[in-house]
C-alpha cells in the first residue's frame, strides 16, 4: 500500500517595490508587468490569486507549495520577472526590484476581499477613478 498524497498550499501576500521605489511600472504597460508576474508564478510551480500595483510596488497573493520556503519563492518571483520585464521592454534596461519584500500570511477566508484589493491598488492609492 503507498503513501497518501498531500496538497498544501500555504497562501502568502507579498508586496516589493522597485528599486528606489521609481515609477517603472507605467499604467499603459501594467497589466502586462502582472501578467510576467503571473507566468513566473506558474513557471515556478507556484499558484498565483491575484498580482496588481501601482507604478512604484506589486502586490502578489500567492500560494506557495510546503516544499519551499517564502524567500525562495520571492526570489524566484523577483529575479524572473526583472529579467523577463527588461526583455519586454527595451526601454527599461535599468528595471529591478528593490531588495526585501513584505510576506503576509492569509487563509482561504480573506482569499475574495484580497482579491478585491490587489485588483484595485490603483482605486486604493489615487480614489475612485469614475470608472
Not at 499603459?28 to 500595483?53: M, Q, S, Y
Not at 517564502?70 to 526583472?82: F, P
Request: glycine share 8%; charged share 20%.
Amino acid at each position: 500500500m503507498g503513501m497518501p498524497h498531500s496538497k498544501t498550499w500555504l497562501c502568502y501576500h507579498l508586496v516589493f517595490a522597485t528599486k528606489n521605489r521609481h515609477p517603472f511600472i507605467a499604467e499603459p504597460i501594467e497589466r502586462t508587468v502582472w501578467g510576467i508576474l503571473w507566468d513566473i508564478c506558474r513557471a515556478n510551480g507556484l499558484h498565483p490569486f491575484a498580482v496588481g500595483g501601482i507604478e512604484d510596488h506589486i502586490h502578489v497573493l500567492v500560494g506557495i507549495p510546503a516544499t519551499m520556503c517564502v524567500a525562495d519563492a520571492a526570489r524566484l518571483i523577483k529575479g524572473g520577472s526583472s529579467m523577463a520585464i527588461r526583455q519586454r521592454f527595451p526601454q527599461l534596461s535599468s528595471f529591478c526590484w528593490q531588495n526585501g519584500y513584505a510576506a503576509l500570511t492569509f487563509d482561504y477566508r480573506s482569499l475574495d476581499r484580497l482579491v478585491r484589493y490587489v485588483n484595485h491598488q490603483r482605486e486604493h492609492h489615487y480614489g475612485d477613478k469614475g470608472d
